[in-house]
């Protein structure tokens, strides 16, 4: 994957997935619960945010630094980013199943509140 569509084609591929909003920009969901598990992120031309258990970023982090990263406001959030220049696209790809799998076990998102206005 070197790019935010092919990464996208790559999770529509899976399993009861679909285009959604993540915090109000693009992501793919869980379509049966609405659990997002990747977004573009803040750096989206170079990665993508993989949202995924604390315990896996911590040894994605550890295993592989120049994939897989997290600036100071992802600490402590089970998310990283993913550079799309990576030398393993098949364990980025097994990563992104991972957190589909995680997604999809979790209970349905809470629908989020309107502003009033």
Known sequence: MTDWEETVAFAL???DTEHGTHYGGPAVKVASNGRAFIAPGRESDVSFCLMIDLDTV?????TDPQ???QPPHYVGWPALLVRYDNDD??????MIEQARDQA??????????KKPG
Do not use: G, Q
Request: with cysteine; hydrophobic share 35%.
């Open 67 to 69: 994939t897989y990263y």
């Open 13 to 15: 591929s899976l399993p």
């Open 104 to 113: 999809a076990a979790r209970k349905p998102a809470a629908p989020r509140k």
């Open 89 to 94: 696209p098949e364990r980025v790809c097994a």
């Open 58 to 62: 911590e040894m994605l982090k550890e």
